[in-house]
Each structure stands twice: as structure tokens, then as C-alpha cells.
Nanobody, 119 residues
Framework: QLQLVESGGGLVQPGGSLRLSCAAS????????MGWYRQAPGKQRELVAT???????NYADSVKGRFAISRDDAKNTVYLQMNSLKPEDTAVYYC?????????????WGQGTQVTVSS
């Protein structure tokens, strides 16, 4: 049974940085694309970033140039480095494992970690 456990969320001032981590249990982590999604209060869940098994990345326009997704297959961990944070980045952030055949379809979700950007 796959488990995804996020960590690293918290309260940060505008312009600050946070790094989220997601540790995955189970084998064969390296063959899957992984992703980060977020859901702000009163809004729909949205894609933030994905990374393929080969390391190719994709970002939402709203975070391009500020966020970076990466992975360490030896540690079964995916990261989201968030810089120049804005109040509108406030949301619960979810780690996902993407579908093997359709890398933009999330199939497993973590429990989420809260990120709050406020002065």
C-alpha cells in the first residue's frame, strides 16, 4: 500500500521560502511521475508542478520561476522548493503519485501540508 507523507509546511512571510518534502513508501518509486497540487480555501484543487521519472518538469504559470520540483529516487522523496512566496500561495499542498500511463493524472494523494504566507 503506497503512502505519501508530506512535511515542511508552515507560516512564512511574503517573499520568504519553504521547502516541502514528500516521502513515499513502497517500491518502484523511480518509475512514476510525481506531482504537487494545492487547494486554497474556497477554491478548487490545482496542479502546481509535476516531475517525470526522467526528471522533466512542468509548472503552473502562477509558480513558474519561483517554485522548483525535484526528486531523489534513492530516498523515495520528492521536493518542492518555494521561493518568493506570495499570500496567494496560501493553501494545503498535496503530494501525488501520477498514473504510470498518463503522467498528468494523479492516482495517489498524501494527507496534505498547510502553507500560509502572511505578514
Amino acid at each position: 500500500q503506497l503512502q505519501l507523507v508530506e512535511s515542511g509546511g508552515g507560516l512564512v512571510q511574503p517573499g520568504g521560502s519553504l521547502r516541502l518534502s514528500c516521502a513515499a513508501s513502497g517500491s518502484r518509486f523511480s518509475i512514476y511521475a510525481m506531482g504537487w497540487y494545492r487547494q486554497a480555501p474556497g477554491k478548487q484543487r490545482e496542479l502546481v508542478a509535476t516531475i517525470t521519472s526522467a526528471g522533466s518538469t512542468n509548472y503552473a504559470d502562477s509558480v513558474k520561476g519561483r517554485f522548483a520540483i525535484s526528486r531523489d529516487d534513492a530516498k523515495n522523496t520528492v521536493y518542492l522548493q518555494m521561493n518568493s512566496l506570495k499570500p496567494e500561495d496560501t493553501a494545503v499542498y498535496y503530494c501525488t503519485r501520477q498514473n504510470y500511463f498518463s503522467i498528468y493524472v494523479p492516482e495517489s494523494w498524501g494527507q496534505g501540508t498547510q502553507v500560509t504566507v502572511s505578514s
